[in-house]
């Protein structure tokens, strides 16, 4: 292990989690990790099942005296979110994210840290290698690319597993049970285009680049309650102002990069008369300052600045242009509605989470949450109706189902039990507004008994991720007595 982690508790996870750490695990470059878990199996006999996508099933015996107690699935998924800061060099396809400790958590430098799901995957190689801890038959499941879209766990074979029983590992506050989770749908406009709706620049005219930078981003499921801003939405707010104001024309835009991540940054190219440079500069501070206002105390570090570019690049034309920046500007975005009679738990929302310009295409994507799959579906409606408006061409794909746990469920007793026995005090069970393959997982096995535990973390999906230090032993130690207390098999 690492010397930044080596003193932490219990040291046995922490050296999976610093070991994971060192390998490039983004979605779908999972190759590596895949060798690692296989390679781990191996050198302790440990019988592993991989199937055609690549999830991985390992198996291990019960300890003395539980052969006879129910089999538990114990699963997290192998990828992580990979973000960084602008100012950070970092290739998530081959570096090793660099892990440091911050007032009692472990975070990383300047990127995503991969806590979500990799203390949960430390945790159950941590398990498998364990001599001594009491649990029954485990079958750890450890799924591929769950960050774009559930791949893993929707097309896994369905003959891999045997229990009935399952712990996910993925959640993010210590004192909760999570029993139920938000479906999710994804979005995609395509304002398509050929080179007659490209026109070059006339003399007079100057390319700006503008550039919005320094917004907290975040998950967009578990913080799109959090009010945070939306670069892509403060972002087309000013290219408005600006082909509005200004007839400033515009050449390229593109946003955010991850489908369930608050977009962080922008970056558009505009083309202005030359003599209003300077004003449009002046322009893009003066919109600083206003979001600045707009989100005080929430997003104190935006950046919005407009800089000359010397090189000559396509407008787009002027009906694509207004097509396309209507439309974004009139996206709706974040929370649409709590849970009717549950307080601060989000029913439905949605995030605009990328824009990206491509030769011929300049395409919109947005990620739809909901408890109800009625109110998901009617978001999707909205959303097509209004791109349809704007003659965009409309995909929708990714869709998964949400999950909702009965109270009478044994392994909910169990755990509610193990807690309140080793901490004092009672549990509280909810609901996480994000998509948990849980979901998926129910609808495929409906017999089996689920809860997600996890440790506390904050700001996943983002550069500020980061794990309480504190959170994941006792999360350990909770997990650890939920195995010890598995009933016989009837």
Known sequence: MGNVLKMLQPSSLWKYFDEISSIPHTSHNLSAITEYIISFANSRNLE??????????????????????KCVILQAHMDMVGQKNENVSHDFKKDSIKLKIENGYVTADG?????????????????????DIPHPDIEALFTVDEETGMYGVTYMDRTMLNGKIMINTDSEEVDKIFVGCAGGIDFKAHFAYDSGEVVAPASDMQILKIELKGLNGGHSGVDIHLGRANANLLMFRFLKFMTEGYDARLCSVCGGDARNAIPREAIAYIAVNRMDTEAVVAEAEQYQTLYRNEYSGIEDGICLNATVVENSMP????????????????????????????TGIVETSSCLSIVESKEGD?????????????????????????????????????????????????????????????????????IMHAGLECGIFSSVYPGVDIISIGPDLSFPHSPDERVDIASVEKFWAFLCDILAGIPDKA
């Open 48 to 69: 592993y099942k991989k199937d055609t996508i690549g999830n991985i099933v390992v198996r291990k015996k019960a300890a003395q005296g539980m052969e006879n107690r």
């Open 111 to 131: 990127t995503t840290l991969g806590a979500d799901n990799g203390i949960g995957l430390a945790a159950i190689l941590a398990l498998l290698d364990s001599p």
């Open 362 to 430: 300049i395409s919109v994507q947005i990620l739809v949450r909901s408890v109800s799959a009625s109110r998901k579906y009617n978001r999707i409606s909205v959303l097509g109706s209004l791109y349809s408006l704007a003659d965009a061409e409309v995909e929708i794909f990714g869709d998964y189902p949400g999950w909702m746990l009965s109270q009478s469920s044994p392994l909910l007793k169990i755990a509610k039990e193990c807690y309140s026995k080793r901490f004092g005090n009672e549990p509280e069970t909810k």
């Open 315 to 342: 407008m787009l034309s002027f009906s694509l242009q207004k097509r396309l920046v209507n439309a974004v500007v009139a996206t709706p975005d974040g929370v649409e509605r709590m849970m009717p009679g549950m």
